[in-house]
Protein backbone atom coordinates (compact mmCIF):
# COMPACT_ATOMS: atom_id res chain seq x y z
CA UNK A 1 0.00 0.00 0.00
CA UNK A 2 1.09 3.54 -1.17
CA UNK A 3 2.20 5.65 1.66
CA UNK A 4 2.36 9.84 2.22
CA UNK A 5 6.02 9.22 2.86
CA UNK A 6 6.50 7.66 -0.90
CA UNK A 7 6.58 11.85 -1.93
CA UNK A 8 8.63 14.55 -0.49
CA UNK A 9 5.76 16.92 -0.29
CA UNK A 10 4.53 20.08 1.54
CA UNK A 11 0.82 20.02 3.26
CA UNK A 12 -0.76 23.06 4.43
CA UNK A 13 -4.16 22.21 6.07
CA UNK A 14 -7.21 24.46 4.90
CA UNK A 15 -7.85 28.00 6.52
CA UNK A 16 -11.37 27.96 5.75
CA UNK A 17 -13.86 25.32 7.02
CA UNK A 18 -15.22 22.71 4.73
CA UNK A 19 -12.63 24.29 2.10
CA UNK A 20 -11.50 21.72 -1.09
CA UNK A 21 -7.93 20.49 -1.18
CA UNK A 22 -5.75 21.23 -3.71
CA UNK A 23 -3.81 18.75 -5.36
CA UNK A 24 -0.06 20.99 -7.17
CA UNK A 25 2.32 19.48 -9.42
CA UNK A 26 5.06 21.88 -10.48
CA UNK A 27 6.74 21.85 -13.86
CA UNK A 28 10.45 20.65 -14.88
CA UNK A 29 12.84 21.40 -12.44
CA UNK A 30 10.95 23.01 -10.06
CA UNK A 31 10.34 21.46 -6.70
CA UNK A 32 6.94 21.15 -3.88
CA UNK A 33 6.85 25.07 -3.06
CA UNK A 34 7.32 26.14 -6.11
CA UNK A 35 3.12 26.12 -6.63
CA UNK A 36 2.29 27.17 -3.06
CA UNK A 37 1.64 31.00 -4.66
CA UNK A 38 -0.41 29.47 -7.23
CA UNK A 39 -2.32 27.01 -5.23
CA UNK A 40 -3.05 29.88 -2.27
CA UNK A 41 -4.12 32.28 -5.14
CA UNK A 42 -6.71 29.77 -7.11
CA UNK A 43 -7.95 28.83 -4.18
CA UNK A 44 -8.25 31.14 -1.08
CA UNK A 45 -8.49 29.13 2.35
CA UNK A 46 -8.69 25.40 0.29
CA UNK A 47 -5.67 22.60 1.77
CA UNK A 48 -2.35 22.74 -0.57
CA UNK A 49 -0.66 19.29 -0.94
CA UNK A 50 2.28 19.71 -2.88
CA UNK A 51 4.40 16.95 -3.43
CA UNK A 52 7.86 16.72 -5.57
CA UNK A 53 8.24 14.36 -9.06
CA UNK A 54 10.64 11.23 -8.48
CA UNK A 55 11.92 11.24 -11.85
CA UNK A 56 15.52 13.70 -11.80
CA UNK A 57 16.67 14.18 -15.08
CA UNK A 58 20.06 15.86 -15.45
CA UNK A 59 18.98 17.45 -11.66
CA UNK A 60 15.31 18.59 -12.33
CA UNK A 61 12.83 16.87 -11.11
CA UNK A 62 9.81 16.01 -13.33
CA UNK A 63 6.56 13.52 -12.88
CA UNK A 64 7.70 11.09 -15.60
CA UNK A 65 10.68 10.36 -17.86
CA UNK A 66 11.21 11.80 -21.05
CA UNK A 67 13.04 10.29 -24.34
CA UNK A 68 13.16 14.12 -25.48
CA UNK A 69 11.31 17.54 -25.26
CA UNK A 70 8.23 16.80 -26.05
CA UNK A 71 8.41 12.99 -26.75
CA UNK A 72 6.90 11.13 -23.65
CA UNK A 73 8.16 7.68 -22.13
CA UNK A 74 4.23 6.54 -21.71
CA UNK A 75 4.70 3.17 -20.09
CA UNK A 76 7.18 5.40 -17.51
CA UNK A 77 4.49 7.91 -17.34
CA UNK A 78 1.48 5.26 -16.72
CA UNK A 79 3.14 3.72 -13.86
CA UNK A 80 4.10 7.27 -12.82
CA UNK A 81 0.73 8.43 -12.56
CA UNK A 82 -0.40 5.21 -10.48
CA UNK A 83 2.27 5.75 -7.98
CA UNK A 84 1.01 8.91 -7.21
CA UNK A 85 -2.36 8.28 -7.33
CA UNK A 86 -1.47 6.10 -4.64
CA UNK A 87 -0.01 8.83 -3.02
CA UNK A 88 -3.36 10.97 -3.23
CA UNK A 89 -5.12 7.79 -1.92
CA UNK A 90 -2.50 7.59 0.73
CA UNK A 91 -2.77 11.52 1.75
CA UNK A 92 -6.24 11.69 2.14
CA UNK A 93 -6.35 8.91 4.80
CA UNK A 94 -2.97 10.82 6.38
CA UNK A 95 -4.78 13.96 6.65
CA UNK A 96 -8.00 13.17 6.70
CA UNK A 97 -9.43 14.98 3.78
CA UNK A 98 -12.57 14.78 1.96
CA UNK A 99 -12.02 12.48 -1.27
CA UNK A 100 -14.74 13.67 -3.48
CA UNK A 101 -12.90 17.34 -3.21
CA UNK A 102 -9.64 17.24 -4.38
CA UNK A 103 -8.80 19.39 -7.08
CA UNK A 104 -5.78 18.97 -9.05
CA UNK A 105 -3.70 22.31 -10.49
CA UNK A 106 -0.59 21.96 -12.53
CA UNK A 107 2.10 23.60 -14.81
CA UNK A 108 3.55 22.12 -17.56
CA UNK A 109 4.81 18.89 -16.35
CA UNK A 110 2.81 18.86 -13.86
CA UNK A 111 -0.42 19.78 -15.95
CA UNK A 112 0.61 16.54 -18.37
CA UNK A 113 0.54 14.79 -15.21
CA UNK A 114 -2.48 16.02 -13.79
CA UNK A 115 -4.14 15.34 -17.37
CA UNK A 116 -2.84 12.05 -16.90
CA UNK A 117 -4.47 11.61 -13.44
CA UNK A 118 -7.97 12.60 -15.03
CA UNK A 119 -7.88 10.10 -18.26
CA UNK A 120 -6.07 7.54 -16.25
CA UNK A 121 -7.43 7.18 -12.52
CA UNK A 122 -11.35 8.60 -12.93
CA UNK A 123 -12.93 9.52 -9.94
CA UNK A 124 -9.76 10.24 -7.81
CA UNK A 125 -10.05 13.80 -8.40
CA UNK A 126 -13.11 16.40 -8.74
CA UNK A 127 -11.64 18.88 -11.20
CA UNK A 128 -8.08 20.57 -12.64
CA UNK A 129 -6.72 23.31 -13.48
CA UNK A 130 -4.23 22.73 -15.96
CA UNK A 131 -1.92 25.34 -17.59
CA UNK A 132 0.12 24.29 -20.10
CA UNK A 133 -1.07 20.73 -20.66
CA UNK A 134 -1.39 18.43 -23.80
CA UNK A 135 -2.50 15.13 -24.41
CA UNK A 136 -0.25 12.80 -22.39
CA UNK A 137 -0.42 9.71 -23.95
CA UNK A 138 0.69 11.27 -27.17
CA UNK A 139 0.09 8.14 -30.34
CA UNK A 140 -2.42 6.44 -27.84
CA UNK A 141 -6.19 7.20 -27.59
CA UNK A 142 -7.49 6.55 -24.02
CA UNK A 143 -9.58 4.18 -22.70
CA UNK A 144 -13.26 5.34 -22.68
CA UNK A 145 -13.37 5.77 -18.71
CA UNK A 146 -16.69 8.01 -17.45
CA UNK A 147 -15.76 11.54 -16.67
CA UNK A 148 -18.82 12.92 -16.35
CA UNK A 149 -19.19 15.16 -13.02
CA UNK A 150 -15.62 16.28 -14.23
CA UNK A 151 -14.59 19.77 -14.27
CA UNK A 152 -11.77 21.08 -15.90
CA UNK A 153 -9.94 25.01 -16.90
CA UNK A 154 -7.48 24.55 -19.64
CA UNK A 155 -5.01 27.38 -20.09
CA UNK A 156 -2.67 27.16 -23.32
CA UNK A 157 -0.74 29.53 -25.17
CA UNK A 158 -0.89 29.99 -29.08
CA UNK A 159 2.67 30.69 -29.21
CA UNK A 160 3.89 27.95 -27.04
CA UNK A 161 6.67 26.03 -28.91
CA UNK A 162 6.85 23.25 -26.00
CA UNK A 163 2.81 22.34 -25.46
CA UNK A 164 1.61 23.60 -28.78
CA UNK A 165 -2.03 24.57 -28.47
CA UNK A 166 -2.90 21.81 -30.90
CA UNK A 167 -2.26 19.61 -28.06
CA UNK A 168 -3.99 21.64 -25.77
CA UNK A 169 -7.15 21.69 -28.06
CA UNK A 170 -6.65 17.34 -28.23
CA UNK A 171 -6.75 17.19 -24.35
CA UNK A 172 -9.77 19.31 -24.31
CA UNK A 173 -11.70 16.76 -27.42
CA UNK A 174 -10.16 13.68 -25.22
CA UNK A 175 -11.81 15.13 -21.93
CA UNK A 176 -14.83 16.30 -23.26
CA UNK A 177 -15.35 12.87 -25.26
CA UNK A 178 -15.34 11.31 -22.21
CA UNK A 179 -17.54 13.32 -20.52
CA UNK A 180 -15.91 15.88 -18.40
CA UNK A 181 -17.11 19.50 -18.32
CA UNK A 182 -13.79 21.32 -19.67
CA UNK A 183 -13.34 25.38 -20.20
CA UNK A 184 -10.89 26.57 -21.99
CA UNK A 185 -8.70 29.29 -22.59
CA UNK A 186 -6.07 30.31 -25.18
CA UNK A 187 -3.57 33.47 -25.11
CA UNK A 188 -1.33 34.59 -27.12
CA UNK A 189 1.51 33.77 -25.22
CA UNK A 190 4.22 31.16 -25.18
CA UNK A 191 4.94 28.26 -22.21
CA UNK A 192 4.18 30.45 -19.15
CA UNK A 193 0.70 31.84 -17.40
CA UNK A 194 -0.24 35.10 -17.77
CA UNK A 195 -2.05 36.93 -15.22
CA UNK A 196 -5.65 37.17 -17.31
CA UNK A 197 -5.13 33.27 -17.26
CA UNK A 198 -4.68 32.75 -13.92
CA UNK A 199 -7.73 35.67 -13.33
CA UNK A 200 -10.15 33.74 -15.39
CA UNK A 201 -8.99 30.13 -13.66
CA UNK A 202 -9.75 32.21 -10.05
CA UNK A 203 -12.99 32.91 -11.35
CA UNK A 204 -13.99 29.64 -12.97
CA UNK A 205 -12.32 27.54 -9.40
CA UNK A 206 -15.03 30.11 -7.09
CA UNK A 207 -18.15 29.38 -9.50
CA UNK A 208 -17.32 25.53 -9.36
CA UNK A 209 -18.17 24.93 -6.01
CA UNK A 210 -15.68 22.20 -5.21
C1 LIG B 1 6.76 17.69 -20.45
O1 LIG B 1 7.84 17.15 -20.58
O2 LIG B 1 5.85 17.29 -19.70
C2 LIG B 1 6.54 18.90 -21.28
O3 LIG B 1 7.28 18.80 -22.44
C3 LIG B 1 6.85 20.17 -20.63
C4 LIG B 1 8.13 20.21 -19.84
O4 LIG B 1 8.10 19.83 -18.70
O5 LIG B 1 9.16 20.67 -20.34
Not at 97 to 107: E, H, T, W
Amino acid sequence: MSAVEDFVHVFEPATRPDAPTLLLLHGTGADEYDLLPLGRALAPGAALLSPRGRVDENGMNRWFRRLREGVFDVEDLIARTAELAGFVEAAVRAYDLDPKRIVVSGFSNGANTGAGLLLLHPGLVAGAVLLAAGAPLQGREPDPVDLSGTRVFLGNGTADPITTVDQGRLLAEQLRGRGASVRREEHPGGHQVPAPVLDRAREWFAGSDF
